[in-house]
């Protein structure tokens, strides 16, 4: 839906943006969400909704990391008028709970746009707005997502002012820490080059590999010489930005082409439609399963050798750390200067991800690819059923990058979730350390050549 | 919480701006040079005897609260309007004043005594009023500067007049600290285990002398912060059991030595004509980030309440401590003003006023993040906590009288009273304060040409306080939980503000005791 809008965004901000002073109130304990169908007939896993108030409804507001602008629907849908007006005003959260809908949250005097939002997950799921990364970057927000929610483990959003914890105290304490960029800022700028400030940067881009083999540290070792380190790496790269307004894995066709998936033509002909909070209109989708996903801590830098290779080279570390008392030892390519290389952090989740296949050239792709570099490429869109499992807080407070802070909710097996954290090298013979969930242990041994 | 104010961030900027003005009116000479100096006697002595009464009375009282050190330097010879090294605290403008070269060194001993004797409460609802008695709590706190991390209660500055119009100095003190513990097993330990709060300032002045009667000074600094705070949180607030000792977590924060510095100013005028001096001076918050301390509580430990199914967070992880916190509470800025008539050759009469605007300081916000997995949410624990405080306003208001009857030999009388800085229902373990009055003596002698040793001491009385309606109510808990979280209710804005908490009613009373010694080194 919000396609339409990057023309005016950034008299939307000029405008808009500079008048008030918002004001936030929370109490940074868990908000109950319900969630959307992941698509028609689907699981009800999918996008993150709270209720609103407006006037005496209470209507249903999606929660949405993808989405940079905020908005709420002032009248009535489809609107007499032409849209989409920026006014400042404000969002009263309410709890979507089976309770009532209590007011969980208070945002007022931001800057919102006033659109019909559309469906998410559904064409029965109409929300009455979004809210998006423009609010939600003041705070680190945290999720939920159980796998099945019940009422004593319902999918929940707690704000938070901050996260205090260093990435390498809360790496020690059992998560997995990503850096990540967040993007968005430059896209209304780059399209009507008028140079006015675009909506703020948010988007929290992430590494992953697709498709990685399944991996246990009782199979058999990988070997890896010197220099084969993206030789030995399997799966496929690709960059996805965080949805929580979303439900299922979105991938553009020639990602899933990249996966070795076949596209049929026309794309999603007899299939259901994806409805997503970023286009107005929803769109033609080919539903697939992706067997795993990777996300990988990790840039983009020339020396980085990409998310399967770095996943590969933490299960190769683990593997060696689980049974350097069976005569372990560090592959070569895992070895620089005669240390074993940090193992990055990762959040692996399976089995057989939903995921929307849809094209390039769609109102979706475009979107997330509208500020990208050139060069690069948003390959689509990891939804909030694809984290089920999982519990985490995105710290947008965190400068210069934000952070991702993920774990796996109690009472996941590792097939279904598993979050490792960085496991930081050891120089010396007298160090020791704990990683993968493994009890601490010293040096291990570098194998021979 | 309430963010108030934050600006829009399209804008780029933040509405933290710190209006800066203040001005500290010139000064008067520093003791020796007090004593040299020609008198006025155009106004007659009766006259100014009652314009200065007159500004004693009508000047609001004074307030240093349960934060602020109201004795920065010397104890009995320091203020606005006097040119030692102090001035680098109460008036940078002062240091003009300053003659030659100086190096001064402080050390204050501050021991605090604070009685509570908690009302009764209902032991069904932990409200006033019941049948369930506590025992008397004392808390004690020892204050001195032979610490680590350095302070309270001590000054160290060097100084030196440049080119007859320019001075400049640096210093170090203590202007914020609080130190007080109870028992382990208090009756106040859902409000105060206790605390070691420091802020150690370290600071630059410089003073110009714009004409033979007007200066003006500035004293950027850092604040360096130290925090060391323990409490308990009941878990079973508003179930049947208040107050359990056994569903009490106790929450131990401290900081790894001290925190990268904020930032803060004092700015100053001094005026002097004829045998009055004035000073007004302001010091600021913290700048920027709306005059908020954040502390990074590296050291911090939770102990889960016996009810719960871990003893140890940490035991699932391999390491201690596995809990980090970051605290944040914000501080007040000061203004001060002061006013000394040179009476005699030998005789000074001084009135200090300073408004400590604590309004800022309602609250201590704490995140905390556990281990993953079993960590502080799966035991029932808060990983969010706001600790009520509610200062408000106070004014300090001190008249003093220096008679210097000897060169080398003079002494002071001050009689100091303060508002509190924490209303009469907001008062608790963790922030006791009531109107206070506090008589001081100091001497100081003169030892050949660039010694100078003074010595003083205080006793500060706190009128007893008694909670009768405590803003502490542990039913808020339970009845926000009803009211099924909802932010609009009162139980939940209770909540939110940190109110829900175990009652605070019963009486206060607070002692404390100051010992100070400043050496003065001219050259």
């Known amino acids: 839906m919000f396609v339409r809008l990057l023309g005016t965004l950034p008299l939307v901000f000029a405008l808009a943006g500079c008048s008030e002073s918002p004001v936030f109130e929370y109490d940074s304990r868990p908000i109950e969400l319900q969630r959307a169908p992941t698509a028609s007939g689907g699981p009800d896993l999918g996008a993150t909704l709270a209720k609103v108030a407006s006037g005496s409804d209470t209507p249903l507001l999606v929660i949405d990391t993808g989405s940079l602008l905020s908005s709420l629907r002032r009248g009535v849908c489809p609107s007499p008028t032409p849209e989409p007006v920026a006014y400042t005003g404000d969002i009263q959260l309410l709890a979507a709970s089976d309770t009532g809908a209590p007011l969980r949250a208070s945002f007022r005097g931001v800057t919102l746009l006033d659109l019909c939002a559309g469906a998410v997950g559904d064409a029965s799921t109409q929300v009455a707005g979004v809210l998006g990364g423009d609010i939600l970057r003041n705070f680190s927000v945290a999720f939920a997502l159980p796998r099945v929610p019940t009422p004593t483990q319902p999918t929940t959003m707690t704000i938070y002012s901050n996260l205090p914890a260093s990435d390498s105290d809360l790496a ?20 009507s080059g008028n140079g006015l400030p675009g909506p703020p940067s948010s988007r929290m881009m992430m590494r992953v590999c697709a498709n990685p083999p399944v991996f246990s540290p009782d199979g058999t070792a990988q070997t890896c010489k010197t220099g084969e380190v993206e030789l030995q790496a399997s799966g496929t790269n690709l960059l996805l930005t965080l949805s929580t307004g979303h439900g299922p894995l979105v991938l553009s066709a020639s990602a899933w082409q990249r996966l070795g998936g076949q596209v049929p033509a026309p794309l999603g002909a007899g299939e259901p439609l994806l409805y997503s909070p970023l286009t107005t209109d929803p769109i033609p989708a080919h539903w697939v399963t992706v067997s795993r996903l990777a996300l990988v801590d990790g840039d983009s830098g020339d020396a980085w050798p990409g998310a399967c290779a770095e996943l590969a080279r933490g299960r190769r570390i683990e593997w060696t750390l689980a ?16 240390v074993a290389l940090p193992a990055a952090a990762y959040l692996e989740i399976g089995s057989d991800l939903p995921a929307a296949v849809v094209s390039d050239a769609s109102d979706l792709i475009s979107n997330l690819n509208e500020d990208f570099p050139s060069g690069a490429q948003v390959d689509g869109v990891i939804g909030a059923a694809t984290l ?10 965190s400068q210069p990058q934000g952070r991702w802070v993920a774990a796996c909710l109690p009472g996941v097996d590792r097939q279904t979730c598993w979050a490792a954290p960085r496991c930081y090298g050891l120089s010396g013979s007298g160090q020791t350390h704990m990683c993968f969930g493994l009890p601490r242990l010293g040096l291990a041994p570098n194998c021979p050549q | 919480m309430v963010d108030w104010g934050l600006r829009s961030r399209y804008c780029g900027h933040l509405s933290a701006v710190h209006d800066f003005n203040t001005g500290t009116l010139k000064g008067f000479p520093s003791p020796p040079a007090m004593v040299r100096r020609r008198q006025s006697r155009r106004v007659p002595h009766a006259t100014r005897i009652l314009i200065t009464a007159a500004l004693l009375v009508c000047a609001t009282p004074a307030l240093a609260g349960p934060l602020d050190d109201p004795h920065v330097g010397s104890l009995g010879f320091s203020g606005p309007t006097t040119g030692d090294l102090t001035a680098v605290y109460w008036n940078p403008a002062a240091l003009g004043l300053l003659q030659g070269n100086q190096f001064m060194f402080g050390a204050s001993l501050r021991a605090t005594q604070v009685t509570v004797d908690r009302a009764p409460i209902d032991p069904s609802t932990g409200l006033p009023g019941g049948t369930r008695g506590f025992p008397s709590a004392s808390g004690r706190g020892l204050e001195q500067p032979m610490a680590w991390p350095p302070g309270p209660a001590g000054f160290v500055g060097v100084g030196a007049g440049v080119a007859r119009r320019f001075a400049l100095a640096i210093a170090a003190y203590t202007p914020f600290s609080q130190k007080l513990s109870f028992d382990v097993a208090t009756p106040t330990r859902y409000h105060l285990v206790s605390v070691d709060s420091r802020q150690l300032a370290l600071v630059t002045g410089l003073a110009i002398e714009l004409t033979d009667s007007l200066q003006v000074g500035i004293a950027p600094g850092a604040l360096f912060s130290y925090g060391h705070l323990v409490f308990d949180q009941d878990t079973a607030l508003g179930g049947p059991s208040v107050e359990d000792p056994n569903a009490a977590a106790r929450y131990d924060l401290a900081t790894d030595g001290t925190q990268a510095p904020s930032y803060f100013v004092v700015a100053g005028i001094h005026f002097r004509r004829a045998a009055w001096e004035v000073g007004l001076a302001y010091s600021s918050a913290p700048l920027g980030g709306d005059g908020t301390v954040k502390l990074a509580m590296e050291r911090s430990q939770v102990k889960p309440p016996a009810t719960a199914a871990t003893s140890d967070l940490c035991s699932a992880v391999g390491h201690s401590p596995c809990v980090s916190s970051e605290m944040r509470y914000r501080l007040p800025d000061i203004f001060t003003a002061g006013v000394t008539w040179h009476a005699t050759p030998h005789l000074d009469a001084v009135g200090i006023v300073r408004w400590v605007r604590y309004g800022e300081y309602d609250r201590i916000t704490i995140r905390l993040v556990g281990p993953s997995g079993n960590g502080l949410l799966a ?43 924490v209303p009469e229902a907001s008062v608790s373990a963790a922030a006791v304060d009531g109107l206070k009055f506090e008589p001081a003596l100091a001497t100081e002698f003169t030892l050949g040409r660039h010694l100078r040793i003074a010595a003083g001491y205080a006793l500060t009385w706190m009128v007893p306080v008694t909670v009768g309606t405590s803003v502490f109510n542990p039913a808020a808990a339970a009845a926000c939980a009803q009211a099924a979280d909802d932010l609009s209710s009162p139980a939940c804005q209770a909540r939110s503000a940190g109110q829900a908490r175990p009652s605070a009613a019963g009486s206060y009373k607070m002692l404390r005791h100051t010992l100070a010694l400043m050496t003065t080194v001219s050259f």
Not at chain 1, 172 to 191: F, H
Not at chain 1, 325 to 338: L, T
Not at chain 2, 381 to 408: E, I, N
């Open chain 1, 388 to 397: 089920a499992g999982t519990s985490f807080e995105i710290d947008y407070i």
């Open chain 1, 323 to 338: 049974n350097q008392n069976n005569g372990g030892c560090f592959q070569p390519c895992d070895v620089s200067g005669g």
């Open chain 2, 379 to 421: 035991n029932g624990l808060t990983d969010q906590l706001v600790l009520y405080r509610g200062f408000q306003d106070s004014w300090d208001l001190r008249a003093r009288l220096v008679h210097a009857p000897l060169r080398w030999f003079r002494w002071s009388g001050t009689l100091r009273m303060e508002t509190s800085a």
């Open chain 1, 172 to 191: 020690a304490d059992g998560y997995t820490v990503m850096r990540v960029s967040l993007r968005g800022s430059t896209a209304a700028a780059t399209a």
